[in-house]
């Protein structure tokens, strides 16, 4: 059974972010293993890290290990400043080093942004395109997926609406397709 990691670009508890990539989570599991990665713990990228191994945090070799060990990777991310959040970045900064074994290349990777406003963090989803093509990952180009006003994806309860199941659905699919069964 293939392996698909889940990195959420936000570490707000309460994050719709969040809630959007545990359906994808469950949509997906039939089919793979699916498990959520953790960046939030993660300290800020410092090259000294792989200067001298034994100023490597274990968090972060445990990170990359991790990234490596999926047969994919999804990003669930929001849009701060027309860009892709800090965590996110220095996240995707880590796994991108050292450069010969990074952990990125070769993955295949699909990006789904969600925002409390209109455009969905379409700007948030094509900055992490960018750096996931710089890293030679397989990016799935269509569908793109990106809600906006995503409070209104899930009902009084903090559950899915059916039409965003149905959406996300449409994305898992495609996601399936992309990086076979």
Partial sequence: MKKIGLIVGSVRKASYNKKV???????LSEKFEVEFIEIANLPFYNEEFDEDPANLPSVVTEFRNKVKDQDGIIFVTPEYNRS?????????????????DQAWINKHAAVVSASTGGFGAMRANYEL?????????????????MLANVKDNFDENGNATERTIEFLKKFTDAFTQFIGE
């Fill in 84 to 100: 892709v959040p800090g965590v996110l970045k220095n996240a995707f900064d880590i796994g991108s080093r050292p450069y010969m």
């Fill in 129 to 145: 395109r960018t750096s996931m093509f710089f890293s030679n990952m397989k990016i799935m180009g269509q569908p793109e997926t």
């Fill in 21 to 27: 990539a545990e359906v994808i989570k469950d949509l």
